[in-house]
């Protein structure tokens, strides 16, 4: 049965950078497709960013603004989040979600399975 874990998550001050890691576990994490999501304090779950199979397609959201880079291992099962140039408004619990498929959007719709996620939190 696939199972995700978020960690990497915690407190940071304005303009520092966080790696966050998802551990993939119980199948082959070359069949699936990833994405990051977030969630902020009394808002949806947004996406932030996806990665094929192979890890040669990367998709970002557009308040992404080239601060975060997605990249896989799939030796390791496990997908990463670089986040450098952290904001206030970057606050918010991160999820990792999967799917049997080459690549998927930014819709959390496309995805069937999800972690528990892992807090990150933006402030001085």
Known sequence: QLQLV???GGLVQPGGSLRLSCVVSGVTLDDYAIGWFRQAPGKGREGVSCISTTGRTTKYADFV??????????????VYLQ???LKPEDTGVYYCEADFSTFR????????YWGQGTQVTVSS
């Open 6 to 8: 978020e960690s990497g």
């Open 83 to 85: 986040m450098n140039s």
């Open 65 to 78: 603004e080239g601060r975060f880079t997605i990249s896989r291992d799939n030796a390791k099962n496990t």
């Open 105 to 112: 959007g930014l819709s959390r719709h496309e995805y069937d």
